[in-house]
T-cell receptor
Framework: QQPVQSPQAVILREGEDAVINCSSS?????VHWYRQKHGEAPVFLMI?????EQKGHEKISASFNEKKQQSSLYLTASQLSYSGTYFC???????????FGKGTKLSVIP | DGGITQSPKYLFRKEGQNVTLSCEQN?????MYWYRQDPGQGLRLIYY???????QKGDIAEGYSVSREKKESFPLTVTSAQKNPTAFYLC??????????????FGPGTRLTVL
C-alpha cells in the first residue's frame, strides 16, 4: 500500500517554513525522502531509520515516529532551490523495493 | 564517473510499436528497478531485479517486459499491449545487501511519447 503524503501542494515565500507529512497504514521500518525537480530524476535526501530520530540535509530535517507510522519533513527558512516535488518511500517487509507516496509539490516564490 | 545512464532522454514512437528503453549502471549494484511516473501519480514500480537472470513484476507490469542478462544492464520494453505508454520512465539501482542505510539511486529518466 502506498504511503499518504500531505499536503499535496504548498506555496511558500522565501524564508518561510514548511512541513510535509508521510503516513503509512502498515508498519514502517524506515522512510526514504527524495526531492524531484521538474523533468529530472528524484534526488535522495535522507533515510530515517529509528523512531524519533532526526536527520538533516542543509536546512531540511526530518523525524520518524514508528509508533504513529509516520514521518515528517521540515523545511526551514526555505530557499528558491527547495522548489520541487518531495516524495517519501517505504520499503516492504523483507524486500528491497520502495513504494512511494504521490508526492508533495513545493513552490518557493520570491 | 559512477552512475546510472538512461537513453534516450526523449523518445517518440507510433502507436502499436514496441520500444526498448535502455538503463545502464556502473555502480556495481545488484538490484535494479523500473518506475513509471505520470502527473499526480507519483512513482509506480513496473519491474525489479535483484540478481542477474532474475526479475519480478511490480505493481503495473502489464504491457511491459524486461531482461537482466548482465549486472550492469536492465532494459525495459514497452510493448503494444501497454494501453497508455506515454509517461516518464525512471530506472534506479541499489546495492543488494540490505544494509539499513542503503537506498535507491535514480537515472535521469526517459520521456516516452506515443503518437
Amino acid at each position: 500500500q502506498q504511503p499518504v503524503q500531505s499536503p499535496q501542494a504548498v506555496i511558500l515565500r522565501e524564508g518561510e517554513d514548511a512541513v510535509i507529512n508521510c503516513s503509512s497504514s502498515k508498519a514502517l521500518y524506515s522512510v526514504h525522502w527524495y526531492r524531484q525537480k521538474h523533468g529530472e530524476a528524484p534526488v535522495f535526501l535522507m533515510i530515517l531509520l529509528k523512531g524519533g530520530e532526526q536527520k538533516g540535509h542543509e536546512k531540511i530535517s526530518a523525524s520518524f515516529n514508528e509508533k504513529k507510522q509516520q514521518s515528517s519533513l521540515y523545511l526551514t527558512a526555505s530557499q528558491l532551490s527547495y522548489s520541487g516535488t518531495y516524495f517519501c518511500g517505504q520499503p516492504g517487509a523483507g524486500s528491497y523495493q520502495l513504494t512511494f507516496g504521490k508526492g508533495t509539490k513545493l513552490s518557493v516564490i520570491p | 564517473d559512477g552512475g546510472i545512464t538512461q537513453s534516450p532522454k526523449y523518445l517518440f514512437r507510433k502507436e502499436g510499436q514496441n520500444v526498448t528503453l535502455s538503463c545502464e549502471q556502473n555502480l556495481n549494484h545488484d538490484a535494479m528497478y523500473w518506475y513509471r511516473q505520470d502527473p499526480g501519480q507519483g512513482l509506480r514500480l513496473i519491474y525489479y531485479s535483484q540478481i542477474v537472470n532474475d526479475f519480478q513484476k511490480g505493481d503495473i507490469a502489464e504491457g511491459y517486459s524486461v531482461s537482466r542478462e548482465k549486472k550492469e544492464s536492465f532494459p525495459l520494453t514497452v510493448t503494444s499491449a501497454q494501453k497508455n505508454p506515454t509517461a516518464f520512465y525512471l530506472c534506479a539501482s541499489r546495492p543488494h545487501k540490505a544494509e539499513s542505510t542503503d537506498t535507491q539511486y535514480f537515472g535521469p529518466g526517459t520521456r516516452l511519447t506515443v503518437l
